[in-house]
Nanobody, 125 residues
Framework: QVQLVESGGGLVQAGGSLRLSCAASGRAFSTYIMAWFRQAPGKEREFITAITWSSGRTYYADSVKGRFTISRDNAKNTVNLQMNSLKPEDTAVYYC??????????????????WGQGTQVTVSS
């Protein structure tokens, strides 16, 4: 059973930084693509970034490019999201997701097979 557990959310002032982590367990993830999404109240779940577990190749949404960095730690089986220069509009619940068919960077949340429970990020102005 695949399990994804996010941590690291919290409250931060605009311009600040946060680092989220996603601990993955339950199987080998070498062929997977791991991603981060977020969902603000009243809005659809939004793709932020993704990474291939095997090679570390990455893809970013324009809204976070240059501010957020995704990485993975194969030894610890974690995927991390470093968020810098945070803005109030980054406020949302952030989710870790896994796509077992890891050949393409999907941005639609319906393409992902496994999800974490989410962690709240609040950016105050």
């Amino acid at each position: 059973q695949v399990q994804l557990v996010e941590s690291g959310g919290g409250l931060v002032q605009a311009g600040g930084s946060l680092r989220l982590s996603c601990a993955a367990s339950g199987r080998a993830f070498s062929t997977y693509i791991m991603a981060w999404f977020r969902q603000a109240p009243g809005k659809e779940r939004e793709f932020i970034t993704a990474i291939t577990w095997s090679s570390g190749r990455t893809y970013y949404a324009d809204s976070v490019k240059g501010r957020f960095t995704i990485s993975r730690d194969n030894a610890k089986n974690t995927v991390n999201l470093q968020m810098n220069s945070l803005k109030p509009e980054d406020t949302a619940v952030y989710y870790c997701a896994a796509d077992r068919n890891g050949g393409y960077f999907h941005t639609a949340f319906t393409e992902y097979d496994y999800w974490g429970q989410g962690t709240q990020v609040t950016v105050s102005s």
